[in-house]
């Protein structure tokens, strides 16, 4: 596509509820990346594919948050048994790939915002 | 462990005024580094960047010159205009790590 696509853009969900947040990267981009930003703050790095193997997930929070990537393409992070300091704007980003990619620039997506109440 | 510093905003300044943003990073080896903006209700977009020593980056009036002996990279434009309002993040790029590092971002408001 044009661009790299996120969804669902808000979701609201309560304490305790899995959510799944999905980012459909630019066609070609074999670098795929998840932040976080919470209100406020700077982004936060969670985890980076390259096609579809994740050499590193050293951001991710807890054993809660899980992502894959299927087909060189979609990925999902999935957030199991959310907590209210999980709300915040979970951006993705997707660029040419190898070590590097960010040299190429990061193209990002306008992210989902995850209220947990 | 790698991480970046921006001076801390909001910043607001008139139209045509000068501007200066800070950031200083600390980092093992030769990183490469950015300017990312965000525009109200917008993704963020790469802004310039500049991936060794005394490299400058730029784009549309902004400057920043990667400064390896006082580990800076400061963001510069000559007269800022209402739409350069946003807010402005600084980043790094590890070494072969294939990832960024970012700072905690800096709002600016430019007044007409």
């Known amino acids: 596509g044009a661009g790299v696509s996120q969804s669902p853009s808000n979701k609201v969900t309560e304490k305790g509820k899995d959510v799944e947040l999905r980012c459909d990267p630019i066609?070609?981009?074999?670098?795929l990346y998840w932040y976080r930003q919470r209100l406020g703050q700077g982004l936060e790095f969670l985890i980076y594919?390259?096609?579809?193997?994740?050499?590193?997930k050293s951001g991710l929070p807890s054993d809660r948050f899980s992502a894959e990537r299927t087909g060189e393409s979609v990925s999902t992070l999935t957030i199991q048994r959310t907590q209210q300091e999980d709300s915040a704007v979970y951006l993705c980003?997707?660029?040419?790939?190898?070590?590097?990619?960010?040299?190429?620039?990061?193209?990002f997506g306008s992210g989902t915002r995850l209220t947990v109440v | 462990g790698d991480s970046v510093t921006q001076m801390e905003g909001p910043v607001t300044l008139s139209e045509e005024a000068f501007l200066t943003i800070n950031c200083t990073y600390t980092?093992?080896?030769?990183?490469?580094l950015f300017w990312y903006v965000q525009y109200p209700g917008e993704g963020l977009q790469l802004l310039l960047k500049?991936?060794?020593?005394?490299d400058k980056g730029s784009n549309k009036g902004f400057e920043a010159t990667y400064r390896k002996e006082t580990t800076s990279f400061h963001l510069e434009k000559g007269s800022v205009q209402v739409s350069d309002s946003a807010v402005y993040f600084c980043?790094?790029?590890?070494?072969?790590?294939?990832?960024?590092?970012f700072g905690q971002g800096t709002t600016l408001q430019v007044k007409p």
């Open positions: 066609s070609g981009h074999t670098a």
């Open positions: 980043a790094l790029s590890p070494s072969n790590t294939g990832k960024l590092i």
């Open positions: 500049a991936t060794k020593a005394d």
């Open positions: 980092a093992t080896g030769y990183p490469s």
């Open positions: 980003a997707s660029s040419l790939g190898g070590l590097r990619s960010p040299n190429y620039g990061y193209t």
């Open positions: 594919f390259q096609g579809n193997s994740a050499p590193d």
